[in-house]
């Protein structure tokens, strides 16, 4: 992305990477699961529900790391800013669909934990049954708790708290200067850089998140249970 000079450009080309990783789904999933494509709003099948589901999760996530902060999560960089959602969160998850939610809808459907009788079909959709949320809810967070080793941090971090010091690295950048480098979902190695610039084309993805509840109608716990009552003090300080 060095070459991308506008905001528009930098979401066409993330895009089109979005396409390319798509398009190796059908390659990794199991027999009985088949992709063929993104949709949303509804999903039409069973993994486009895991997939919306699983975003669903970790935007909740992102909001409440980024309440942790002074920031605004209504203001936000790349994704179009509105008075209804926290495009400041789209922003953010966008670096950890991958590592959080795609991982745990591949564990789950090549370890036979989530089968297609997990599903049901309403209106013209497909969404994940309530004993397939507590399933894929209870693997999700047993991820956030898995730990990596942080390059500047000199120490091992969980997933969640990996989501808390992105939040920080960008206030840090707003109040002293110092270039923000998103992660890449698993450490400080920043595989692309992008133009902090308010505003931006809207994404036809960011559609397929509401403010606060996923269109699955589950209740996110989103840990916060684990996290009310404890003090909030700046990760990236040693």
Not at 81 to 96: H, M, T, V
Not at 152 to 163: A, D, R, T
Not at 210 to 227: C, E, I, N, Q
């Given at each position: 992305?060095?070459g ?7 979401m ?8 390319a990783y ?9 027999e009985?699961?088949?992709?063929g ?15 919306s ?22 203001i936000?960089?790349?994704h179009?800013p ?12 966008d670096?950890?669909k991958p590592?959080?939610?795609?991982r ?6 090549n370890r036979r934990?989530l ?5 049901e079909?309403?209106m013209?959709?497909c ?5 397939g949320?507590?399933t894929y809810?209870k693997v ?7 730990t990596?080793?942080h390059?500047n941090l000199g ?16 206030k840090?950048?707003?109040l002293t200067g110092?270039?923000y480098?998103p992660s890449n979902g698993g450490?400080?190695?920043?595989l692309?850089?992008r ?15 509401p403010?606060s509840?996923p269109h699955?109608?589950t209740?996110?716990?989103a840990?916060?249970g684990r996290?009310?009552?404890?003090p909030?003090?700046d990760?990236?300080?040693?």
């Amino acid at each position: 992305l060095d070459g991308m000079e506008t905001i528009d450009e930098t979401m066409g080309a993330e895009a089109r990477a979005r396409k390319a990783y798509y398009s190796t789904f059908d390659e990794i999933l199991p027999e009985g699961f088949v992709f063929g494509g993104r949709q949303y709003n509804p999903p039409n099948n069973e993994v486009n529900s895991l997939i919306s589901f699983g975003n669903s999760l970790v935007y909740a996530n992102v909001v409440s790391a980024i309440r942790a902060t002074a920031l605004d999560p209504t203001i936000s960089y790349l994704h179009e800013p509105g008075e209804r959602r926290y495009s400041l969160a789209l922003d953010i998850a966008d670096l950890f669909k991958p590592v959080l939610a795609d991982r745990v809808i591949f564990r789950l459907v090549n370890r036979r934990q989530l089968t297609t009788d997990d599903f049901e079909d309403e209106m013209n959709s497909c969404l994940l049954s309530e004993n397939g949320r507590k399933t894929y809810s209870k693997v999700y967070e047993e991820t956030l708790d898995e730990t990596i080793d942080h390059p500047n941090l000199g120490k091992k971090v969980s997933y969640q708290y990996l989501l808390r010091v992105e939040a920080y690295k960008l206030k840090k950048h707003l109040l002293t200067g110092e270039e923000y480098v998103p992660s890449n979902g698993g450490g400080e190695c920043g595989l692309h850089r992008r133009s902090l610039r308010y505003g931006s084309r809207p994404n036809a993805e960011d559609a397929e998140i509401p403010p606060s509840v996923p269109h699955t109608r589950t209740k996110l716990r989103a840990r916060r249970g684990r996290d009310r009552g404890r003090p909030r003090k700046d990760p990236l300080r040693r």
